[in-house]
């Protein structure tokens, strides 16, 4: 079997791959429209947290994944810059630059790959903690209102 | 020595957090379509449950492979290349397949909750025509008697 899946090749892997992801992105979008439909149907405070919580999941997933597409490069990741220096001044500290290498200016990441490398995460992290919060509430108001307990349905009237 | 190939990195700890909230996220989607299934003969919430559930075993297969690779990284003797027990082109191939069916799944999830949600939206308003068909015929039939 497996060397089936070596002649197939990384190179159908990587197809698949951007395949996966483009559906995964299609996928965030989705369960965002149907979260904002439910919540337009029925305004409950459980719907409003999963509507918030897939909208902000959709923008992570879509900016990491169209990033991973390919359709714009960032260079930035936390602590680039501790480490650079200690390339530059621990382990390349012997080697000597020429005059035409030191005309030349740095180029770090730019100034906006920082916010967009943590707005993407912070966003996939705090939609994904807030969508299954909305998920749990909601499952729990639609079975209470199906088996009337009382008990289940005090979110929903309160909203 | 155990733990000195894995990576421990602030960037690398926040991508497997990221990994087990994707997994909880999959679960409480699982537990809302057990939730909306229940007392319900509608396909919709079934196709929702059913797209989440098996989008939460690809995920936490995904998971499970990525630990036995990383545990097959720190074996005595510990190899560079997980290449144990199959290729490092076939462990890649696997996580493509992985990845497309887990793509697959939460789109089928998704389109099915807009679908719960345009069903969720569409009953009042059928029942309040319908209501309202129901007291024009009563009315037709007032002033016919």
Not at chain 1, 122 to 129: I, N, T
Not at chain 2, 67 to 81: C, H
Request: hydrophobic share 45%.
């Amino acid at each position: 079997m497996d060397w089936l899946f070596a002649t197939v090749g990384s190179e159908a892997g990587s197809e698949l791959d951007r395949f996966g992801m483009q559906l995964a992105l299609m996928a965030g979008v989705a369960l965002f429209l149907g979260a904002l439909r439910l919540w337009r149907a029925e305004g409950t405070r459980a719907r409003l947290v999963l509507v918030v919580g897939l909208g902000l999941f959709a923008l992570g997933v879509g900016v990491q994944n169209l990033e991973r597409l390919g359709l714009f490069e960032t260079s930035y990741y936390p602590g680039w810059k501790v480490e650079m220096e200690h390339d530059l001044y621990v382990l390349d500290a012997d080697v000597v630059y020429s005059e035409e290498d030191m005309e030349h200016e740095f180029v770090g990441p730019r100034w906006w790959e920082g916010s967009v490398w943590w707005g993407q995460r912070l966003a996939r992290l705090g939609g994904m903690v807030l969508a299954i919060m909305g998920f749990v509430l909601d499952g729990r108001e639609a079975l209470g209102k199906r088996f009337g307990r009382p008990g289940k349905r005090k979110g929903a009237a309160r909203s | 020595m155990i733990g000195s190939a894995t990576d421990l990195s602030f960037e690398a700890n926040l991508e497997r957090m990221d990994q087990f909230l994707l997994l909880g996220l999959l679960g409480a989607m699982v537990f809302a379509g057990l939730c909306y299934t229940r007392g319900r003969r509608e396909w919709w919430p079934r196709v929702f449950g059913i797209s989440s559930a098996g989008a939460l075993m690809v995920q936490g297969g995904l998971l499970v492979a990525a630990a036995v690779q990383e545990g097959l990284r720190n074996s005595d003797p510990p190899s560079g290349t997980p290449d144990l027990p199959f290729s490092f082109e076939t462990w890649v191939l696997l996580g493509s397949i992985g990845s497309l069916v887990l793509g697959l799944a939460l789109l089928g999830a998704g389109v099915s909750l807009i679908y719960l949600g345009w069903l969720a939206g569409k009953k009042p308003v059928r029942s309040a025509k319908k209501s309202a068909r129901e007291g024009d015929q009563q009315t037709d039939g007032s002033s016919l008697k």
